[in-house]
C-alpha cells in the first residue's frame, strides 16, 4: 500500500472513531438528563421507581403555599386529583406560580418529600401542559367509579 493511501486510511478510521466517541458521549448526556413526568398518584404507586430525578407535574393546591421569612425556602403541596405530595423547593418562584395552576417540579425524593431544583409554572389561565392533563385525566378515569343508573323505584320516592 502506498503512503497516500495508508494516511488516506488512517484518518478515515480516526474520523470514525471520534465520531462514535461524540455519538456516545451525546447518548450518554441526554440520558443522564432525561426526567420523566410523574404525577403524585404514579409516585405512590410506586411508578417512578427508584429514579434519583424525575418531573413531578400537577396542579397547586388551594391553601398549600408556604414561605419561610427571611429565605427563599417555600413548600407547597401538588395534587393530581387523587394523591397530594409536599413539594420543597429554595429558590425564586415563577410569576405566574400560584394556587389552583398548573406546575411542573424538577427534583428527587428525599424521604417521604419531594425536593425540587426547578419549578415550572403555566403561562396563562387556559393552559397546562399536554403531558401533565394527560395524566391527570388517565389517574382520574382509573379510579372513577362510574354512576349506577337510579331504579324506577328509587326515582318515584324521589319525586314524591
Known amino acids: 500500500m502506498n503512503p497516500t493511501r495508508k494516511r488516506r486510511l488512517y484518518t ?16 450518554f448526556a441526554l440520558g443522564t438528563n432525561l426526567a420523566y413526568l410523574y404525577t403524585p398518584a404514579e409516585v405512590f404507586a410506586g411508578e417512578a421507581g427508584e429514579r434519583a430525578r424525575f418531573r413531578l407535574g ?7 403555599i408556604e414561605r419561610v421569612q427571611g429565605t ?3 413548600r407547597f403541596t401538588v395534587t393530581d386529583g387523587d394523591a397530594e405530595m409536599v413539594v420543597e423547593y429554595t429558590g425564586i418562584l415563577p410569576d405566574l406560580f ?3 395552576q398548573a406546575v411542573i417540579a424538577t427534583g428527587g425524593m428525599q424521604g417521604d418529600r419531594f425536593v425540587a431544583t426547578e419549578v415550572l409554572a403555566k403561562h ?4 397546562m401542559p399536554r403531558e401533565v392533563a394527560e395524566k391527570m385525566q388517565a389517574a382520574h378515569d382509573k379510579h ?11 326515582h318515584d320516592k324521589s319525586s314524591n
Open 98 to 100: 400560584r394556587e389552583n
Open 12 to 27: 478515515a478510521i480516526a474520523v470514525l472513531v471520534a465520531g462514535l466517541i461524540a455519538g456516545t458521549l451525546v447518548v
Open 58 to 64: 400537577g396542579m397547586v393546591k388551594e391553601g398549600s
Open 144 to 154: 372513577n367509579v362510574p354512576d349506577t343508573p337510579a331504579t324506577p323505584a328509587a
Open 124 to 127: 396563562d389561565e387556559t393552559y
Open 72 to 74: 427563599l425556602e417555600n
